[in-house]
């Protein structure tokens, strides 16, 4: 993996009203093929990409959420959740959908995809990338 | 150096069409090589020939289009982003049945993979937008 770049997605506008956080999540499972390291990043408003039990029935645009739980299997499994965003929203990590992955180096554990960090953890994560794609 | 730019917006409904035109400008009279310039979300509306602008303003689309030809920049519309608005050009117009292409000169429709390919292939990858 020497060779690959680390990407990290940043997810900040909510999931409708603009089309910003459907057309990331495209070229995150567009990219995920590229085996590059990968990481997402959920602040501001984009907390509310992860939210359970989304219906967009009313809104007559399709629900995309769905998608996120097949991240795991594009070996996308660093998603990274702003603490601050999810206080000043009212939300906890129970709001969330649950995403996993499961760990071939460990007989396919199941394991969490989603770590809740804060500001101060998530500025240090995107220090380490190569790349940051903002959305 | 090696620099690849995403453009996430519209031409005038939002300036980072413009800002992104200055910086590339900048960046070449700097000696620095554009791997790629790629057109995403409304940004492919960069990559129309139809459209008219009043005589006294900037003609975006065009200036694009010179910039490239002046300085053989890779301009990339995405395919997704594109089919969505309406951006056409030959194969797609064959593809989806369309009765005409608009694609402004210099520019092409590719996919996503040419975003990631501009990340992995350049130094510095700059996203202009909201």
Redesign the interface.
Same mark, same amino acid.
């Given at each position: 993996m020497s060779d690959a770049k680390k990407f990290m997605y940043i997810n900040r506008k909510a999931p409708y009203g603009t089309i910003y956080a459907w057309e990331s999540l495209e070229v995150v499972l567009i990219g995920a093929a590229f085996d590059q390291e990968v990481s997402l990043a959920f602040v501001d408003d984009g907390v509310y990409q992860l939210m359970k039990g989304q219906d967009t029935t009313d809104v007559g645009i399709k629900n995309f959420s769905p998608t996120y739980a097949a991240l795991g299997d594009y070996d996308v499994n660093k998603i990274y959740v702003e603490k601050e965003s999810l206080e000043a929203r009212g939300l906890t990590l129970e709001d969330l959908q649950h995403l996993v992955w499961e760990d071939e180096d460990e007989d396919w554990a199941e394991k969490d995809s989603i770590r809740v960090v804060t500001s101060a953890e998530l500025a240090e994560i995107f220090e380490q990338q190569d790349i940051t794609l903002s959305f | 150096m090696k620099i690849s730019i995403?453009v996430?917006e519209g031409p005038y409904n939002h300036e980072a069409s413009v800002t992104a035109i200055n910086y590339v400008k900048a960046a070449v009279e700097a000696g620095h090589d554009i791997f790629r310039v790629f057109f995403?979300?409304d940004g492919v509306n960069n990559g129309t020939k139809y459209a008219t602008p009043p005589q006294d303003d900037m003609n975006i689309q065009k200036t694009w289009s010179e910039l490239a030809a002046a300085h053989d920049i890779d301009l990339v519309v995405c395919v997704?982003?594109a089919q969505?608005r309406g951006i056409v050009d030959q194969g797609e117009m064959e593809r989806n049945k369309k009765d005409g292409m608009n694609i402004m000169d210099g520019f092409r429709i590719s996919?996503?993979?040419q @975003?990631?390919?501009a =990340?992995?292939e350049s130094d510095r @990858?700059v996203?202009f =937008?909201?």
């Amino acid at each position: 993996m020497s060779d690959a770049k680390k990407f990290m997605y940043i997810n900040r506008k909510a999931p409708y009203g603009t089309i910003y956080a459907w057309e990331s999540l495209e070229v995150v499972l567009i990219g995920a093929a590229f085996d590059q390291e990968v990481s997402l990043a959920f602040v501001d408003d984009g907390v509310y990409q992860l939210m359970k039990g989304q219906d967009t029935t009313d809104v007559g645009i399709k629900n995309f959420s769905p998608t996120y739980a097949a991240l795991g299997d594009y070996d996308v499994n660093k998603i990274y959740v702003e603490k601050e965003s999810l206080e000043a929203r009212g939300l906890t990590l129970e709001d969330l959908q649950h995403l996993v992955w499961e760990d071939e180096d460990e007989d396919w554990a199941e394991k969490d995809s989603i770590r809740v960090v804060t500001s101060a953890e998530l500025a240090e994560i995107f220090e380490q990338q190569d790349i940051t794609l903002s959305f | 150096m090696k620099i690849s730019i995403q453009v996430s917006e519209g031409p005038y409904n939002h300036e980072a069409s413009v800002t992104a035109i200055n910086y590339v400008k900048a960046a070449v009279e700097a000696g620095h090589d554009i791997f790629r310039v790629f057109f995403y979300h409304d940004g492919v509306n960069n990559g129309t020939k139809y459209a008219t602008p009043p005589q006294d303003d900037m003609n975006i689309q065009k200036t694009w289009s010179e910039l490239a030809a002046a300085h053989d920049i890779d301009l990339v519309v995405c395919v997704a982003a594109a089919q969505r608005r309406g951006i056409v050009d030959q194969g797609e117009m064959e593809r989806n049945k369309k009765d005409g292409m608009n694609i402004m000169d210099g520019f092409r429709i590719s996919g996503l993979g040419q @975003l990631i390919e501009a =990340g992995i292939e350049s130094d510095r @990858l700059v996203v202009f =937008g909201d």
